[in-house]
């Protein structure tokens, strides 16, 4: 399975639209990852409403305020061995194709998967 990590901070703007876009792709065998970083707007609320609405969301909210990099390396820690990353935001607009990126981590991982080694060599 693929992770899709998220990190959020008062993103109740767009955040909806790029989870929505997330979902909609055909390629479905992904979870994703949110960690809100203690967002004073609606951010919190909306993740608890998607993540009620679907299983493969899963949302983190910190203690204290981490900002963007400390975030970023939480929710990477939450994910599994494939992470794709993702911005909370839709960046001018644009919707990011998450099919086909996501289409080429599967081939990445199954490649990895048959061969093992390849793996170890990288790391």
Known sequence: ???????????????QQQINSILSQSYSDFELIICDDCS?????????????EDSRIHCYQN???????????KVISCSRQYIALADQDVMNGLQITW??????????????????LLMKTII
């Open 1 to 15: 399975m693929i992770s899709i990590a998220m990190a959020t901070y008062n993103g109740s703007t767009f955040i």
């Open 40 to 52: 004073t707007d609606n951010t919190w609320n909306l993740l608890n409403e998607f993540a009620s």
């Open 63 to 73: 203690e204290k305020k981490f900002c963007c990099k400390k975030n970023f390396e």
């Open 99 to 116: 099919n086909t990126y996501l289409m080429k981590l599967k081939i990445i991982k199954l490649y990895v998967d048959k061969h093992p």
